[in-house]
């Protein structure tokens, strides 16, 4: 029988190596269980009695269920819901009720996470290697001069790598966006795992329009914070979390400084959320439609878009841009 396989959309690969937020962290209490389905795999995240967190392949090594639906968390371990095995945070079985012995290798695999910036962060890397580097502290986060985060999130049909090219992508700002002005951003920092942009912008605001510096820091493709600076400092931070080999999870988090005062930051922060949601509404039907050229066709007021794509190369092992690569050749060869 012949496999039935959707064509590759990307001729990259699909999952990078990096941080990505699955949730945030009061979403998540102890006691609590989350099914998670993120890089094409299913998860289970809970926080026992004691506090800690933990992220589990889902699937019981039992007979299969699926501890995100129905299993619960007694002390320090998560039961499973069919048989009553259980597991600690680090995926080691912990009790099997009504057998004498627990098998040896009963264990769940156990992912790495961070609860920082008010983020839950998971590892990942397709390898199964282990944190390659950390994801910095903002000191927007839990600061009495920054007002707590409004969220917004969506579901759209694009790859990260793709949404991040937004950034570089200069002319687009105008033509999209309808800014007043192409920004003229340079790159400050291309290493791994860090991109830092700067540029001049106009914000426009209930104030008028307002200049300002806009600087973007991406950590990988699943954590970058744009800072606005102009009347009122505001910042957004972006993580981008894939799914599945279609679409990406996008959790937008605003955070104004409050040094015009708490009403004017609720203002501008209302104001701001929905300036970028509804950029982000327009990069939608664009992103979720449109293919991608290894070879674009670029003229000289575009942005540093090839330096871009050379900073993502860094997060796929050689081996997975090979296979990205060949399945892509030959789904689309036809
Ligand atoms: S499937 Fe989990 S205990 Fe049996
Ligand atoms: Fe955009």
Redesign the pocket.
């Known amino acids: 029988m012949n496999e039935i396989r959707k064509k590759p959309r990307f001729p990259f690969p699909r999952y990078p190596r990096g941080w990505f937020q699955v949730a945030y962290v009061d979403e998540i209490e102890p006691g609590q269980v989350m099914p998670l389905k993120y890089f094409g795999k299913d998860f289970v995240l809970f926080r026992n009695e004691s506090g800690e967190l933990a992220m589990l392949d889902a699937f019981?090594p039992?007979?299969?269920?699926h501890l995100g639906y129905g299993g619960k968390v007694v002390g320090d371990s998560i039961r499973?819901p069919?048989?009553?095995?259980e597991f600690g945070a680090s995926g080691k079985c912990t009790a099997v009720p009504y057998a004498k012995r627990i098998p040896a290798k009963a264990e769940m695999k156990a992912h790495p996470i961070r609860e920082i910036n008010g983020l839950v962060m998971a590892w990942f890397d397709v390898d199964g290697e282990p944190p390659a580097w950390e994801i910095p502290k903002i000191p927007e986060y839990d600061s009495e001069e920054w007002t707590p985060y409004l969220r917004r999130r969506w579901q759209l049909r694009t790859h990260n790598q793709e949404m991040a090219e937004n950034v570089v992508d200069i002319a687009h700002f105008k033509y999209v966006h309808g800014m007043k002005i192409v920004p003229q951003p340079h790159l400050v920092e291309a290493s791994y795992p860090t991109l830092r942009m700067e540029t001049k912008t106009v914000m426009e605001t209930p104030m008028g329009d307002v200049e300002g510096i806009l600087s973007v820091e991406c950590h990988g493709f699943g954590f970058s914070t744009s800072r606005f600076s102009g009347l009122v400092r505001t910042t957004v931070i972006a993580s981008v979390t894939p799914i599945d080999d279609e679409y990406v999870d996008v959790r937008f988090s605003f955070a104004v400084h409050k040094g015009a005062g708490a009403d004017v930051a609720r203002g501008i922060g209302k104001a701001f959320t929905a300036e970028i949601a509804r950029q982000l509404e327009e990069d939608k039907p664009v992103w979720e439609n449109k293919t991608y050229f290894e070879r674009p066709m670029l003229c000289d007021g575009d942005g540093p878009i090839g330096e871009f794509r050379r900073w993502c190369k860094q997060f796929y092992p050689e081996w997975y841009v090979k296979q990205a690569a060949e399945e892509y050749a030959v789904a689309h060869a036809s």
């Open positions: 019981c039992h007979l299969g269920a499973c069919f048989h009553a095995w």
